[in-house]
């Protein structure tokens, strides 16, 4: 109830800032719904984390059709990337980074879930305002029970925009509660999305 109620917030939010000004129309695109949330990221972290042997380039090079500076984020940062095999060792890079001042993301798959629980736990205990994506796609949804006593907070989206949506809620809620998120998409494949454009971005998460 309370992710459909963040969604619904976001979505007026979003109605509204088009009614007074028409400054904020977004991005429409079609894409795999994993590379449009690494899209999604590369417009408001500084630090990414991926899994070893899997770029996130190419939604990095995507963004390039996005206003702003190739590289950059929507806040005119530059963004870092790493990458790390495990989904342990993917959450405590990104933890390290939140910790050094970085917005920081990492991707993480449904089968892994499970094996970060301590990193997810030691992340909550530690105040850090990290967001997780896992994609439970075919992998199915046992990692996630499996982790609620961690600490972090989670959601779960049923379509790619509403991963998108979410993502941007659960980022706006872990900066300021100083608690990790993981946003889970239920979701694989290709989908028509928006993507939100960056002085949107800029005035939601300040």
Known sequence: MAERSGVAWLQRLWRRTREESGAH????????????????????????????????????????????????????????????????????????????????????????????HEALRGCAERLVPLVLHVSCGEAGHEGYPAVAGSGPFQVLASSGQEALDLSLVARWLAERALLPGVVCTDVDGVESLNLPDEELIRSYLG
């Open 25 to 116: 129309p977004g991005t429409a695109a079609v894409l795999p719904v994993e590379q449009a949330l690494a899209v999604l990221e590369a417009q408001l972290c500084e630090g990414m984390v991926r899994p070893g042997g899997e770029p996130l380039s190419a939604a990095l090079a995507a963004r390039v059709e996005l206003p702003g500076l190739p590289g950059r984020n929507a806040f005119g940062q530059p963004i870092h990337e790493e990458a790390a095999a495990g989904a342990a060792e993917r959450t405590s890079v990104a933890t390290g980074m939140a910790l050094a001042g970085l917005r920081a993301t990492a991707f993480l798959g449904g089968e892994e879930l499970i094996s970060s």
